[in-house]
């Protein structure tokens, strides 16, 4: 039989390779014989947690707890659980505690952030996030979260300045440069979106969708023929979408192509895309 230090272990194994309820079987059994094993209590309450299953989670956190009340990351995984729970109070309450016993871990202010944006406390939100940045300023986690609060107040300036630092710190990452794209794109500002798009296609030129965002900023731009270029790389790429069809049929028509748009419409509409699918009806099906 193995020992109870060898049933942790094949818990740690058994979550890690996905098996959830054979690692809580084993968690379960070592805690049965040391109700007093906090770290069991723990790493249960981690797969409790992972499972969505947060009752029993912070039911073994607060028994951890009381073996260890001056442990923040207990207080940190018991305030993931309540924020998953919809307990908001109680998990900025267990933030507080774990910010007085660790002042210093920026995860502790992010999750604050993070709980104060849920419960719509947009200041001390961005408090939370300029303290995270303050302790630790190359934690891009806490740029980003910021940059997106920016954006749900439409403060657009201060989220391009944290979208680009999150460019900075982590410039393999597509989404950044996506974000300030749209952004910019927002502004009006179509050359930096351009821009920002083609940094990101450079480092997924795989990747058909951003093809189809650089067309529509092309096509604001009025650079029609970089605009159909755009659309034909996202088509070729994948062309199961709609999306690229119908846009390029509607730079077509623009253009005076009516034959080849409305192919394109008529393209959309067959892989159902209902506003393709109307405007062939009205403007091209009598031809067909």
């Known amino acids: 039989m193995p020992s109870y230090a060898e049933l942790q272990q094949r818990a740690i194994d058994r979550y890690e390779s996905g098996d959830f309820a054979g690692a809580i079987r084993d968690l379960s059994e070592v805690i049965a014989a040391f109700p007093d094993n906090a770290t069991a209590l723990y790493n249960r309450a981690v797969i409790y947690a992972e499972a969505n299953a947060h009752a029993p989670a912070i039911a073994d956190l607060d028994a951890a707890i009381r073996i260890f009340p001056e442990n923040a990351d207990l207080y940190h995984a018991r305030a993931t659980s309540h924020r998953a729970s919809g307990k908001l109070k109680a998990a900025l309450a267990d933030l507080d ?4 016993l660790m002042p210093n871990d920026p995860e502790q202010f992010l999750l604050r ?3 104060h944006a849920d419960d719509a406390q947009r200041d001390a939100a961005f408090a939370d996030y300029t303290d995270a940045i303050r302790v630790f300023p190359e934690f891009v986690a806490a740029w980003y979260n910021r940059a997106l609060l920016y954006l749900k107040t439409g403060d657009y300036y201060p989220a391009l300045r944290d979208l680009g630092k999150c460019i900075e710190l982590e410039p393999s990452t597509i989404g950044y440069y996506v974000d300030r794209a749209r952004v910019h794109a927002t502004l009006e500002e179509f050359e930096e979106a351009r821009k920002d798009y083609s940094s990101a296609i ?10 189809t965002f650089r067309a529509h900023v092309n096509t ?14 996202a088509i070729r790429l994948d062309p199961s979408k709609s999306e ?6 509607a730079v077509r028509m623009h253009q005076g192509n009516k034959e080849e748009a409305c192919a394109d419409f008529k393209a959309a509409a067959d892989r159902g895309d209902a506003e393709a699918k109307e405007y062939w009806e009205k403007n091209c099906g009598a031809a067909e």
């Open 113 to 115: 952030g993070n709980i």
């Open 97 to 100: 505690r774990a910010i007085e």
């Open 220 to 233: 604001q731009m009025q650079d029609l023929e970089l605009a159909l270029k755009d659309y034909d790389t």
């Open 244 to 249: 690229p069809y119908r846009f390029r049929g």
């Open 202 to 211: 450079a480092l997924n030129p795989r990747h058909p969708q951003l093809y």
